[in-house]
């Protein structure tokens, strides 16, 4: 079921999308988000956005709080990865982290392209 | 009607003879057929209660027909086809039975109207979803599935005893709203909240849902935690105490879902998150806040479905569900993943999906009543949800480092569900008002303000800008082979050192006490034996003289004594 890259066929079905994993391919879509992003806060000047709360009536405020959030978020869980993160065996033997899964309850088949 | 007629009459006699029909193609169509039996039950009905009867003095009902009862009904029973579909090309006899056994336990649960056929069918949740995870056939997933078992039977016990000490104080079992204050009350909410998977009562569902079968994982999705909020939406709405239990249960998952390589439990920690937010809604208890609850429960069983089963078809293919082995797998996986993309857009309520229209409700409620902290807190947890499903599951399967792995896509029984569900996730999404004409509330609201689509807009473009920066700049944690260590290390290990130890001191102290009774026994026998042995003084024989110097010691003592 294994095959290394560089005997992808173009007939794969997903071929459409191939390269969007590359160093290349992930700076075209930081660009594009960044360029939607742009868009969406200048969106955000066309009219007035109504909402429930002062703060939000700070400009782009959903762009940069979630922009903030999922930086720290991501931080944190790093962080707090560093205490909680443990080997698979950690319960011992008889445990389903350590288990492959049977495969009597699979299909596995290997692509045809 | 036949008074004891409930829809999960229909499951319960369908699951009888699933051993009777062929399996193939006609026993598929026949699981997947049943749920249809179940909705002509209760659909059309006027509100009411139906097939009530008595019972020690006791009045059981159990077909409570009314918006609410009828929209998890409906939910529930549509969720239950696309399982069906789902599992096609499934041949295990056991799983089949107790998928419809499960489906009709949730439903029987959803239809009571009294709060003991709410046990009976609670517990028979417990009992049949149980066989979902043993049917893997390993060491693990028997420990695993005892210990959900426990958990589910111990919340079923807890609640009947809740049931007793409510019947004691009202003489009613009527399952109706409920003030929290009473010891009954407490003791019925905590039933509940373990099968909501409240924070400290949630990880049975970290341990037995990622260690399920493949299907087994996405039947469990569906039914048990959606049933604990139905009825915490029918027996404690507007209870303060909630808002703050599902602010917490929407944050804390966040970053066990970053941390996690399994992308099953990356997933049930999502829920746990998204499970919150209805909590949250059912806390707050306004009109707007109940319907939010209600549509982000039905809008989380298929899109949560949909990130299931699009997980389970790429376990079904390769083996695996670890985002350190996968990766890449758009090449050839590319419908599973759209259909992935199609519930991660869900999830991170982006416009025009069911999310959107959901989840936005239970925030505007919070907004509306001025809930800063609550409202600040959910949006927040927003952006989680799509950090760690929206965008880091869907990137670590089908983008990010390529494993290598070459899987057929999907086979057809698994890509209809997916593609039904995901066309279901966005119907909801485009036609709201069909939607919201099913909640219980009549309550005006409108999802696609200007305001709304561009904030919402704003929040995931940014998130999605974000991510791509964190991940370029190592930013967020790796996806390493590992566990992460949750509560259920309590009572893995702490609980299981504690008496492991307390174990170990009583074999100590046995075998201390053993020890000091044989060696007292040794002492004491060993004198017997000194006096009396062979050697011993009274086993000598003495000389005559000797004797009479005794008797005569002895016979002058006795004179001695008398005349004193």
């Known amino acids: 079921m294994t095959g290394s890259p560089e005997t992808q066929s173009k007939s794969m079905p997903g071929s459409i999308l191939l390269g969007i994993d590359t160093a290349r391919g992930g700076r075209i879509v930081t660009w594009c988000l960044l360029l939607i992003c742009a868009g969406l806060a200048a969106a955000g000047f066309t009219g007035h956005l109504h909402g429930y709360f002062e703060i939000e009536e700070l400009p782009a405020f959903y762009g940069w709080f979630g922009f903030l959030v999922a930086i720290g978020l991501g931080i944190a869980a790093k962080i707090i990865g560093i205490f909680l993160k443990r080997k698979e065996d950690y319960y011992g033997a008889g445990s389903t982290n350590l288990e492959e899964h049977p495969a009597s309850d699979l299909g596995m088949e290997a692509s045809d392209a | ?564």
């Not at chain 2, 078992?149 to 409920?178: K, N, P, W």
């Not at chain 2, 209805?278 to 039905?298: D, E, Q, R």
């Not at chain 2, 997980?311 to 985002?323: D, Q």
């Not at chain 2, 309520?349 to 919070?366: C, D, E, H, N, R």
């Open chain 2, 1 to 564: 009607m036949p008074e004891y007629l409930t829809p999960a009459l229909a499951y319960v006699a369908a699951a009888l003879l699933v051993p009777f029909v062929p399996k193939g193609a006609l026993r598929g169509l026949y699981l997947a057929i049943v749920p249809l039996a179940g909705i002509l039950i209760f659909w059309g009905l006027t509100p009411g209660t139906y097939n009530a009867f008595n019972v020690m003095g006791m009045q059981i009902g159990l077909m409570r027909v009314d918006a609410l009862s009828q929209l998890f009904g409906l939910a529930f029973s549509v969720a239950a086809i696309l399982a069906a579909l789902y599992a096609w090309h499934l041949r295990d006899t056991i799983q089949q039975i107790a998928t419809l056994l499960y489906a009709g336990s949730a439903m029987g649960a959803v239809f009571a109207a009294d709060l003991i056929t709410l046990f009976v069918f609670w517990e028979g949740t417990a009992i049949a979803s149980v066989f979902l995870i043993w049917a893997r056939r390993t060491e693990g997933s028997f420990a695993a599935g005892m210990r959900y078992l426990i958990v589910q039977i111990g919340s079923g016990v807890i609640l009947i005893a809740g049931i007793v000490l409510l019947y004691r104080e009202t003489g009613s079992i009527a399952f109706t709203a409920m003030e929290l204050g009473s010891p009954a009350t407490w003791t019925i909410l905590a039933a509940i909240g373990i099968k909501c998977a409240f924070p400290f009562l949630h990880n049975w569902m970290h341990d037995a849902y990622p260690s399920a079968t493949v299907t087994g994982t996405v039947v469990l999705s569906i039914f048990t935690t959606k049933l604990a909020i139905y009825a915490l939406l029918r027996g404690f709405p507007g209870t303060e105490l909630l808002i703050y239990i599902g602010i917490a249960m929407a944050l804390f998952p966040i970053v066990f879902a970053l941390l996690e390589n399994d992308l099953r439990r990356v997933l049930t920690y999502s829920l746990n998150s998204q499970l919150g937010f209805m909590v949250v809604g059912a806390g707050i208890g306004t009109p707007l806040a109940i319907n939010g609850a209600a549509a982000h429960a039905v809008a989380s069983i298929f899109y949560q479905g949909l990130l299931f089963m699009s997980v389970g078809a790429i376990l079904f293919r390769t083996g695996t569900a670890r985002a350190t082995a996968l990766g890449g797998l758009y090449r050839t996986m590319p419908l599973t993943m759209i259909f992935c993309l199609v519930g991660a857009a869900s999830i991170s309520a982006l416009p025009l999906t069911s999310g959107f229209v959901s989840k936005s409700m239970i925030l505007s409620a919070g907004g509306y009543e001025k809930m800063f902290p609550v409202w600040i807190a959910l949006l927040a947890a927003s952006i989680g949800a799509i950090l760690h499903t929206g965008l880091r599951l869907p990137y670590l399967a089908f983008f990010g480092s390529d494993g290598g792995l070459r899987p057929k896509e999907a086979p057809g029984g698994m890509l209809a569900a997916m593609g039904l569900t995901a066309a279901l996730c966005i119907a909801i999404g485009v036609m709201p008002a069909a939607f919201y004409a099913l909640l219980p509330n009549d309550v005006p609201y409108e999802p696609y303000t200007f305001s709304h689509t561009i904030v919402q807009l704003q929040l995931v473009a940014f998130v999605a800008l974000a991510f791509a920066l964190a991940v370029k700049r190592g930013l967020l944690p790796k996806a390493e082979r590992g566990i992460v260590l949750d509560t259920d290390w309590i009572y893995r290990r702490l609980l299981s050192a504690i008496l492991g130890s307390i174990g170990r001191l009583i074999a100590g102290l046995w075998k201390g006490a053993g020890r000091m009774i044989a060696s007292s026994l040794n002492w004491g026998a060993g004198i017997v034996y000194h006096l009396h042995g062979p050697r011993g003084p009274f086993a000598r024989t003495w000389p005559t003289g000797a004797m009479v110097m005794v008797v005569a010691f002895l016979l002058g003592m006795t004179l001695v004594v008398t005349y004193i």
